[in-house]
């Protein structure tokens, strides 16, 4: 079982940045590819980014590519999202998620544990 926690969320004006931070229990942490989805009222979840167990390979949404770092510190158990030139249709509860698959997936079916989220407001 593995629990997460996100946090770092609020309101920013557009073009400024936010950082999201996700952490986890659990001494498996390190083993998990982790990924961040978020979604906006009325709208389907949708992938973020993701990252491999050992950091070595990221993947992001076309939407976020250039803009969005995703990271992670296995020591600490956490993975983190860095978010630059946030425009308003970025807005949105973001939610970091874990896969014991170990794979890059922009699916959340891929997922077994997910956080509650945190709410990003961007305004223009």
């Known amino acids: 079982q593995v629990q997460l926690v996100e946090s770092g969320g609020g309101l920013v004006q557009a073009g400024g940045s936010l950082s999201l931070s996700c952490a986890a229990s659990?001494?498996?942490?390190?083993?998990?590819?982790m990924g961040w989805f978020r979604q906006a009222p009325g709208k389907d979840r949708e992938f973020v980014a993701a990252?491999?167990?050992?950091?070595?390979?990221?993947y992001y949404s076309n939407s976020v590519k250039g803009r969005f770092t995703i990271s992670r510190d296995n020591s600490k158990n956490t993975v983190s999202l860095q978010m630059n030139s946030l425009k308003p249709e970025d807005a949105a509860v973001y939610y970091c998620?874990?896969?014991?698959?170990?794979?890059?997936?922009?699916?959340?079916?891929?997922?077994?544990?997910w956080g509650h989220g945190t709410q990003v407001t961007v305004s223009s």
């Open positions: 659990g001494r498996t942490f390190s083993l998990y590819s």
């Open positions: 990252i491999t167990w050992n950091g070595g390979t990221t």
């Open positions: 998620a874990s896969s014991v698959a170990r794979v890059l997936s922009p699916v959340s079916a891929v997922y077994n544990y």
